[in-house]
């Protein structure tokens, strides 16, 4: 299994080596985004003051934490879809199923790069914060964090596999990364507090992880909740993440078995 997955690493790795302007290009988009929230902060920031007492933070700290947590997470939201659908424009998908991997080791290989290198971003977005932006991160819980940063991505990784389903069995059309890619981010209190949507949409947002994700990481980043004081969105987490896991292992081994019998896995 350690040898499957560290295979897959490499190949990756290589491939990922080979777009060196890609990466400088991702790392200054990222930046520059941020300088776009910090100037709205500037222009707009104390209008938000009162949708953000809550969390006893100002905008910028709020928004630039929330994407760097979002970024991160999504990257189980997105990457199962993408990187399946690239194996199948590669014409490597057929051959890496038809190896002696199970279907549990092939979509942690398959997406291991990606996790790794959302670290290292998380890791760069953390510095950038504390020493070019002078973002106070020392009433952090670190306990909680990791808490919420598991069950978290346990979640989003489970979304993620159930968008893989829609690529292994219709090559094209992904509602659900439609859904994940227009809503979250959206109603889930990423880029503003949920607090300053109209009721309905707060009632709906609250079908969403990641605005429990998300209130979680504030308060704990913030204002140092612990696990007492986040019980209601880790125990919700906790239960997106046990009901969604075995849903979407189960989705997933249907789809390829699907695709299999139909013979359709080299098609794309």
């Known amino acids: 299994m350690i040898l499957q997955i560290l295979a897959f690493l490499r190949k990756d790795f290589l491939i990922e080596k ?9 790392a200054a988009s990222t930046f520059t985004g941020m300088a776009v929230f910090f ?17 006893g933070t100002g905008y910028f700290p709020y928004v630039f934490t929330a994407a760097a947590f979002f970024g991160y997470i999504g990257t189980g939201a997105g990457s199962y879809a993408e990187r399946l659908r690239a ?5 490597t998908l057929e051959a890496s199923l038809a190896a002696p991997v199970s279907p ?14 959302a670290t290292f971003e998380l890791a760069v ?41 829609f690529i292994l069995l219709f090559k094209r059309g992904n509602p659900a990364a439609w859904v994940l890619n227009n809503f979250e981010g959206l109603l889930g209190g990423v880029y503003f507090p949920v607090a300053v949507l109209p009721l ?23 204002k140092g909740a612990g696990f007492a004081e986040l019980k209601v969105e880790l125990i919700a987490l906790a239960l997106f993440a046990l009901t969604l896991a075995p ?19 080299g098609q794309y």
């Open 39 to 55: 100037f709205i902060d500037k222009l707009f920031g104390r209008v938000m003051t009162p949708y953000l007492a809550e969390y």
């Open 200 to 222: 309905w949409l707060q009632w709906f947002s609250k079908l969403l992880p990641v605005t429990y994700s998300i209130r979680a990481l504030q308060l704990a980043l913030h």
């Open 87 to 91: 194996e199948q424009l590669q014409g």
């Open 18 to 26: 080979s777009y060196k302007l890609s990466f400088v290009l991702g």
């Open 125 to 165: 977005y953390a510095l950038a914060g504390i020493f070019i932006f002078k973002l106070d991160l020392s009433n952090a819980n670190v306990p909680a964090l990791a808490a919420v940063f598991f069950l978290s991505a346990l979640s989003f990784a489970s979304l993620g596999i159930f968008s893989s389903c």
């Open 247 to 265: 849903l979407s292992a189960a989705a997933f081994g249907a789809a390829l078995k699907k695709s299999r019998k139909d013979g359709t896995l």
């Open 104 to 117: 549990a080791v092939f979509l942690t290989a398959l997406t291991a790069w990606n996790f790794i290198f």
